[in-house]
Nanobody
Framework: QVVLVESGGGAVQAGGSLRLSCAASLRTFSRYAMGWFRQAPGKERECVAAISRSGSSTLYLDSVKGRFTISRDNAKNTVYLQMNSLKPEDTAVYYC????????????????????WGQGTQVTVSS
């Protein structure tokens, strides 16, 4: 059974930083593309950042470019999302997601691309 566990969420003031972590119970973590999604109340879940299985390719939502950084440590089965210069509109539940990518080294940005999801961690940014 695949389990993804997010941590690092919390409440911060605008301009602050948080670092989210997602630990994966995957024997072959390095063969999985990973993504961070978020969902605010009343809104669709959207991909904030995605990373290929090697970490060589990444993609960001336009509104977070230059503020968020996705990275991964395949030796620790963990993917990270460093969030700087946080804004109130970043408030949401943040989810990590995983999908196997045995033949390529791509990132994926659609919900239906991913097979496994974490339980989510709340990020609240106050003005």
């Amino acid at each position: 059974q695949v389990v993804l566990v997010e941590s690092g969420g919390g409440a911060v003031q605008a301009g602050g930083s948080l670092r989210l972590s997602c630990a994966a119970s995957l024997r072959t973590f390095s063969r999985y593309a990973m993504g961070w999604f978020r969902q605010a109340p009343g809104k669709e879940r959207e991909c904030v950042a995605a990373i290929s299985r090697s970490g060589s390719s990444t993609l960001y939502l336009d509104s977070v470019k230059g503020r968020f950084t996705i990275s991964r440590d395949n030796a620790k089965n963990t993917v990270y999302l460093q969030m700087n210069s946080l804004k109130p509109e970043d408030t949401a539940v943040y989810y990590c997601a995983a999908r196997p990518d045995y033949s390529g080294d791509y990132y994926y940005t659609q919900r239906y691309d991913y097979n496994y999801w974490g339980q989510g961690t709340q990020v609240t940014v106050s003005s």
